[in-house]
T-cell receptor
């Protein structure tokens, strides 16, 4: 099955710093989502981005589907950005809505 | 309104108990999902319902029994669970099941099996 790898696994930042999180996937996909999981477990939708570039405030994302990777950029990080960031993909061969998650990047932003 | 609600927030049950988890959405979505998430791990798909019919079962043990009584409601019935079933259970929905459909997640039910 499709493999989803996220890097780095852990990241510690000082407040105000910028960061880039990466998601590599091993096969073609028809869906790609980025989530932020807060300390209470809620998965918050950041981007639905199977291809192209999107921006939302301090966050932006780029997916290059032909090269099988996606990047999440966080600028001017805040302590509330702490948590786990997941990339999840829908395999192209499975049209049924299945999402496969990467292992996540755990971000800690220090004041 | 992109909201999926789940009840209860927390559940503690013994191995002989029967309990149910409930998930509700009022976004008019026709696909609903159950995921299981163990501590420090990513969510893993359990079931997919499309138009109130079970379309994907990821080889989940029969002690987990899903039910979709209508397009807004999804239940997960639990019976004779094991301590290793303790996890965060997440419900999600999307307009349809498949290409081009963003999934939205509920806050989860944190289950502890004693």
């Amino acid at each position: 099955g499709i493999q989803v790898e996220q890097s780095p696994p852990d990241l510690i930042l000082q407040e105000g710093a910028n960061s880039t999180l990466r998601c590599n996937f091993s096969d073609s996909v028809n869906n790609l989502q980025w989530f932020h999981q807060n300390p209470w477990g809620q998965l918050i939708n950041l981007f639905y981005i199977p291809s192209g570039t999107k921006q939302n405030g301090r966050l932006s994302a780029t997916t290059v589907a032909t090269e099988r990777y996606s990047l999440l950029y966080i600028s001017s990080s805040q302590t509330t950005d702490s948590g786990v960031y997941f990339c999840a993909v829908g395999p192209f061969y499975n049209q049924g809505g299945k999402l496969i998650f990467g292992q996540g990047t755990e971000l800690s932003v220090k004041p | 309104d992109t909201e999926v609600t789940q009840t209860p927030k927390h559940l503690v049950m013994g191995m002989t108990n029967k309990k149910s988890l409930k998930c509700e959405q009022h976004m008019g979505h026709r696909a609903m999902y159950w995921y299981k998430q163990k501590a420090k791990k990513p969510p893993e798909l359990m079931f997919v319902y499309s138009y109130e019919k079970l379309s994907i079962n990821e080889s989940v043990p029969s002690r987990f029994s899903p039910e979709c009584p209508n397009s807004s409601l999804l239940n997960l019935h639990l019976h004779a669970l094991q301590p290793e079933d303790s996890a965060l259970y997440l419900c999600a929905s999307s307009p349809l099941a498949g290409v081009g459909n963003e999934q939205f997640f509920g806050p989860g039910t944190r289950l502890t099996v004693l």
